[in-house]
């Protein structure tokens, strides 16, 4: 694990002024000093000796407190003087909250913000947020310096309304400190948020080793790791080795960039909205004793992703709508002469391009002298195809676990009460998300020391088209994918969210409502979910476990959503069903059926409820 060594002691990010400690577990502080220094810890009127490893990394061990304080955590040096300290720690319940953007969603965007705003002040609630950050390894300190603040008009509004709503209920339910932890990122797939262990038991070694040689040496990874980009390139355009625009590209028709900007912003063109690959092209001529220095390429922020060459040689490829591009290029790509900048840069979502301005574009020598590249490109339109090209394991938002390196690894072996996990939007449409989510907890109760750690999966909120007919949805088989993840971890429970979508906006407010039902799982309270079906007389019947009272159907003698299915993917056809207790029964319409689907539709219309107001979330179980 990557960190500095620091002669200072210090104690580590998650120990700060305000700190919730979780209760009624071992206690592990942990911080920095001087190789092989002696310290002493002392936490609510106890002693713990510590002495920090050849690294400086040192730990001390406390025996479970119940809930209480406030304490001043204190680190006495070997001559006995305080040498670090925080203030006002107080020990109770602590909470992960952690995905992509419905996690991450801020309360000022939140349902009701502003009858809300009125009960924010509470010092028993405190809120912990961790800045956006990636690394290819696993780091001890986070890129900022994030700090435990008490839930008030100043710290609520930024902070995760999923998050703050389920940590305000506990708050009031259990009458003990409440601390809730943020680390969330829009967009992200699960993939990077695994723990490096986890990466090699989903992706295997191979991938492994190539993010390992990413670290050491990016332009090397990047050539090990284009073969696979340019066969995708190559199928997707038909272009034969040695024809694509990287080695050819005089073979394209170019058009000079209107400016240096995102190319939505363009004007006399047809780029608005545009989502889709662009390749775009820059001549620049060197001297011979400029090209022998090698030389840093700038392009400033690009929007989202690009694979750059030069003369035809590959020199990276990055995925961020943030980070600004600076390439360390050799000599042996450059000339003396003429030389050929040609880059494929593709968009999925909002702005896309060059975010500029044109004098973030340069090239930089080792003797000091610069070359402006801010003017001059071209391009040409590669494709409308959004996304679709292989993305590497340094990749920012979907590398292999970049994110959990920067962000969750540095809170170290905290104990928690619990993780809230809303996430899986970007994850849609590939398959096996049940076994990355398991490998995602099993990697995480292992950094928090704790095999039974409950984790709290949100179910996809339904967004999208609605269907008239039965037909595949990629978003009803990840929530069914994270069903079986829940069905096969007793410490894993689905939080059903269904009902709570809004067809056109993939961020739905409400999250008060998804809060309290966060809430209600953390108090292991149950909520309905399939256990399974079988012919009964002329009928098939869907028995379900954890109902509150009985199912009912809101507003219709019939439950609907409900599918027979034969052998046949094309087999599924609508079937009547009627609520009885804590089961379904589905006429049985004479056709083949081995399948029971229910709401398997981005957007499904369900009216299927418990007596706790639950729903119950798409699944597809065989009939037995």
Not at 110 to 139: E, I, S, Y
Not at 193 to 205: C, D, F, K, V
Not at 252 to 277: A, C, R
Not at 600 to 610: K, M, Q, R, S
């Amino acid at each position: 694990m990557a960190g500095p060594t620091l002669a200072q002691v210090a104690l580590a990010p998650t120990f700060t002024d305000h700190a919730v400690i979780q209760r009624g577990q071992p206690i592990l502080v942990s911080g920095t000093a001087a190789p092989v220094e002696k310290l002493t810890v002392r936490l609510a009127g106890k002693n713990a000796t510590a002495t920090a490893g050849g690294d400086g990394y040192w730990q001390a061990s406390f025996a479970a407190l119940p809930a209480g304080g406030p304490y001043e955590l204190t680190v006495f040096g070997a001559d006995g003087r305080v040498v670090a300290a925080a203030k006002d720690v107080v020990i109770g319940d602590v909470w992960l909250c952690s995905g992509q953007s419905n996690m991450e969603l801020p309360v000022r965007r939140a349902l009701d913000f502003d009858n809300q705003a009125a009960a924010f002040a509470d010092p028993g609630l405190r809120l912990f947020t961790v800045d956006k950050a990636t690394a290819t390894t696993p780091q001890r300190n986070f890129s900022g310096q994030p700090s435990w603040l008490p839930a008030s008009a100043g710290s609520v509004p930024d902070f995760s309304a999923a998050c703050y709503y389920m940590a305000r209920d506990l708050r009031a339910a259990r009458g003990v400190a409440i601390g809730a932890i943020d680390a969330t990122w829009g967009g992200t797939q699960i993939r990077a948020w695994l723990t490096p262990a986890a990466t090699r038991t989903i992706y295997g070694q191979g991938e492994a080793d190539l993010l390992a040689l990413f670290t050491r040496d990016p332009l090397a990874a990047n050539e090990a790791f284009f073969p696979r980009w340019a066969d995708w390139w190559r199928k997707l355009s038909g272009d034969a080795p040695g024809d694509e625009p990287w080695n050819k590209p005089g073979r394209l028709k170019w058009t000079p960039f209107p400016s240096i900007s995102y190319w939505d912003e363009w004007k006399g063109t047809n780029f608005k909205g545009f989502n889709g690959y662009v390749w775009a092209r820059r001549s620049v001529t060197l001297t011979a004793a400029q090209a022998a220095q090698g030389a840093t390429l700038s392009l400033g922020v690009i929007d989202d992703s690009d694979e750059t060459f030069v003369n035809g040689k590959v020199v990276a490829n990055t995925f961020s709508w943030s980070d600004a591009r600076r390439y360390a290029v050799p000599a042996s790509h450059w000339r003396a002469g003429a030389n050929e900048i040609v880059m494929l840069v593709g968009d999925s979502w909002g702005n896309g391009g060059f975010q500029g301005p044109a004098d973030a574009l340069k090239l930089s020598f080792a003797d000091g002298s610069e070359i402006p590249i801010g003017d001059g490109w071209s391009y040409a339109i590669a494709t409308t195809q959004a996304g679709g090209a292989p993305r590497p394991p340094w990749d920012q938002i979907a590398g292999l676990g970049l994110i959990h390196n920067a962000m969750v690894a540095p809170l170290g072996p905290i104990r928690l009460d619990g993780i809230a996990w809303y996430q899986g939007e970007a994850d849609v449409g590939m398959p096996g998300y049940d076994a990355r989510l398991a490998a995602l907890i099993e990697g995480w109760r292992g950094q928090f020391g704790a095999r039974d750690l409950p984790l709290l999966v949100v179910g996809l909120a339904n967004f999208g088209d609605p269907v008239t007919k039965p037909s595949e949805s990629g978003w009803a088989m990840l929530r069914d994918e994270q069903r079986r993840a829940a069905d096969a971890d007793p410490a894993m429970t689905l939080v059903p969210a269904l009902d709570l979508g809004e067809r056109l906006d993939i961020h739905p407010a409400n999250k008060i409502e998804l809060g309290h039902r966060l809430a209600r799982a953390a108090e292991r309270k149950p909520s309905p979910h399939v256990a399974g079906a079988a012919r009964q007389g002329g009928a098939i019947v869907v028995r379900f476990d954890g109902v509150t009272g009985a199912l009912a159907s809101w507003s219709s003698a019939q439950a609907v959503g409900f599918e027979l299915c034969g052998d046949a993917a094309d087999s599924c056809r609508f079937a009547s069903a009627i609520a009885k207790g804590a089961a379904v029964e589905i006429a049985d319409d004479g056709q083949p059926a081995t399948r029971v689907r229910y709401a398997w539709a981005d957007t499904p219309v369900v009216n299927l409820f418990d007596g706790a107001n639950l729903p119950v979330s798409s699944f597809e179980i065989p009939i037995r």
